[in-house]
């Protein structure tokens, strides 16, 4: 019953600034601590950003570059990237936690939008 669809992932050229979406159904979105998550091909998935309420939590690595936004009005989880590169091209899922926010803990997944970023 839980839903999780993400959009907004297509092919890019690098230096682009996309902006992904993810529509949620099932559950209420106010309560639960939303995720954006990637993996690309040879590696593990990691952690790009989490938002619950007024908490923000970024990867480091990825810091600056991306920036989550939970729009509680339309019940949308929005991912903003800038300046991608070729090294960000990966599948990216949003994901939901009714409990903690720590990555383990995401229990609700979308099945994945792709970002493709040509140099």
Partial sequence: ???LVESGGDSVQAGGSPRLFCTVSGFIFRLYCMGWFRQAPGKE????A????????????LKGRFAIFKDYTKEILYLSMTNL???????????????YCSSGHFTYWGQGTQVTVSS
């Fill in 85 to 99: 590169k070729p090294e960000d091209t990966a599948m990216y899922y949003c994901a939901a936690s009714r409990e």
């Fill in 50 to 61: 989490v938002i619950d309420a007024d908490f923000t939590r970024y990867r480091d690595s």
């Fill in 45 to 48: 998935r990691e952690e790009i």
């Fill in 1 to 3: 019953q839980v839903q």
